[in-house]
């Protein structure tokens, strides 16, 4: 016996589960340049496929745009969460597969059926020039021999577009596990396609944030560990000071602006968690490539200062010379705690002077770094941005990690989709500039020490939940495989989109009353409805103002 049907893009489906708990998406909306998700869940029981275990799917719709239909692919999760830090809002708690890589279709087009499994595929409408405004009707077909299954979705698409996307959004790019993963040298021709394609990934996904190798990040690296040099800028030791290249920063941001990047993350000029030492600098002593400085070099001696003194002013003029030099942000030391503020304090003051007029932040969540002026632009994380947000930033970022585990908002494979796109909703009310998250592609174990087959070891190493440390899935051919992870994200980011076009339409507290209808209080990153249908409801509701307004 088959059974299938169309649900939401929230829905995350186990091999397990029976099609109809599933809840069932009969209509939906879309502004006209928005991208369309769903999903059609469909399961065999006990008919033998074995020897044509493969069907046909079908997508048919006059919407217009281009339609993908890709396998959404169970991964072995060893550590779903952490035990203790973690709350009862998680779909498991237990190891066992979980649903997260979009993957091609195989054999010319089709979906695997498997005896007694539920599986599920992504569908993706793009409008490509725009979708036709009116309402219309996507159909869904699957054949397997004499058995047809059939689903339909009404999609109204409104006659209205999505503003321009104002938040700004990094993802942390590892340059070096994509050489490692590939076998690839660092910037070897092949390392810089693979690297494009990864980016062009990104973009696609709102990512318009990269984070800028200008020397190798010094980021989950163990103390006194090395991660594989990946620097931009080349350095030559000289009788008089230094000498500096940089001709692959030009082309690195010469590939970024064909891909259509915005800003530019210069990587970390000191080592994460407390700004005590500097990042691994290489350079040609005397005919030959040496590290210079690194874990043994104290982040605010004299040697190191010169040479910041000497590199920063003509990093400044190239990123000018390119024009992208106010879209650029500067990092002290990722993640500094309450203890180590003074070491932090004398480390910026060292370079301070040397970007005047540049934005310097950093991911830290102690208030106290910004009530004392040590940091003008912090970026908490969303378990502790209340007191910023109460403080009134100018501009407010915030990000999430491995630590933001308990009632906020995060995309760990254990967690249900509502509360990975609930961020969305919390960006708007709270007026979000900007969000950090520090794993687009890391496939390493916990401080670098070993390279993980992230599809093998997707909690690498047990160093994290599952989910938190990379989006995308490398594919074989050196592109990125997406997430149905990173996808419902993007669509958190298109649900904010709308919400200022509604604002634009209507005024912001109509708005926010609007998105606070069905809710017992405000929202707050802390406290949000624990529902895919609030989100989907509300999204609708937004949807139905702005036709009101545009018919």
């Not at 203890?339 to 934005?359: D, F, P």
Request: aromatic residues 12%; charged residues 25%; glycine residues 8%.
């Amino acid at each position: 016996m088959f059974s299938s049907r169309i649900t939401s893009s929230l829905e995350k489906c186990f091999i397990s589960d029976a099609v109809e708990s599933k809840p069932e998406l009969k209509e939906i909306s879309v502004l006209q340049n928005e991208d369309l998700s769903f999903q059609f869940v469909y399961r065999n029981d006990g008919v033998d496929s074995r020897f044509d275990g493969f069907a046909d799917i079908e997508v048919k719709s006059d919407i217009g745009g281009t339609v993908s239909v890709r396998t959404v692919e169970q991964v072995a999760v060893l550590l779903p969460v952490i035990a203790g830090l973690c709350d009862d809002e998680y779909i498991s708690k237990k190891p066992g597969l979980f649903p997260d890589p979009l993957l091609p279709l195989h054999y010319g087009g089709k979906v695997p059926v498997c005896e007694n499994e539920t599986r599920s595929v992504w569908i993706e409408f793009k409008p490509g020039d725009g979708f036709v405004p009116g309402r219309h009707t996507v159909t869904v077909t699957l054949t397997l021999r004499e058995t047809v299954l059939s689903n339909e979705l009404a999609v109204t698409v409104i006659p209205a577009e999505l503003p321009g996307q104002t938040l700004m959004l990094t993802q942390w790019f590892h340059y070096d596990c994509l050489a490692t993963y590939y076998g690839v040298g660092v910037f070897s021709e092949r390392h810089w396609q693979i690297v494009e394609n990864y980016i062009k990934t990104a973009v696609e996904n709102g990512i318009n944030m990269i984070l800028t190798p200008i020397f190798t990040p010094p980021l989950d690296t163990r103390i006194g560990g090395e991660r594989e040099t990946v620097q931009l800028i080349g350095v030559k030791v000289t009788d008089g000071g230094y000498e500096f290249d940089f001709s692959l920063l030009h082309r690195f941001i010469a590939m970024c602006k064909r891909l259509g990047v915005k800003y530019y993350e210069i990587a970390h000029l000191f080592t994460q968690w407390g700004a005590c030492h500097a990042p691994k600098i290489m350079a040609e002593v005397n005919g030959e490539l040496k590290r210079i400085f690194g874990w043994e070099t104290d982040s605010c001696g004299a040697e190191y200062r010169a040479f910041l003194s000497a590199f920063l002013p003509k990093l400044i003029a190239e990123l000018k010379a390119e024009g992208v030099d106010q879209n650029c942000r500067f990092h002290i030391s990722d993640e500094p705690h309450g203890e180590q503020i003074e070491k932090y304090k004398e480390a910026k003051a060292g370079v301070e002077k040397l970007l005047k007029g540049y934005k310097i932040m950093d991911a830290l969540s102690d208030i106290e770094f910004y009530k004392q002026g040590v940091i003008t632009s912090p970026v908490p994380g969303c378990d502790s941005i209340e007191p910023f947000y109460e403080a009134g930033l100018p501009e407010l970022w915030t990000y999430y990690c491995c630590g933001q585990h308990t009632n906020v908002p995060n995309r760990f494979i254990a967690m249900p989709s509502y509360r990975n796109r609930i961020i969305g909703f919390l960006f708007y009310k709270y007026d979000v500039k900007g969000f950090l998250q520090w794993g687009y592609n890391f496939y390493n174990n916990q401080g670098s020490v070993d390279p993980v087959n992230p599809y093998i070891s997707v909690a690498c190493d047990y160093f994290t939940q599952a989910g938190d440390a990379y989006s995308v899935w490398p594919a074989q051919n050196g592109t990125a495989y997406e997430s149905l992870r990173i996808r419902v994200f993007h669509e958190a980011i298109n649900d904010m989109r709308a919400l200022q076009l509604c604002e634009s339409l209507y005024g912001r507290e109509f708005t926010v009353k609007l998105l606070e209808e069905d809710t017992e209080r405000p929202l707050k990153f802390a406290d949000y409805p624990h529902s895919a249908e609030y989100v989907l409801k509300t999204r609708e509701k937004i949807n139905r103002a702005i036709q009101a307004k545009v018919n």
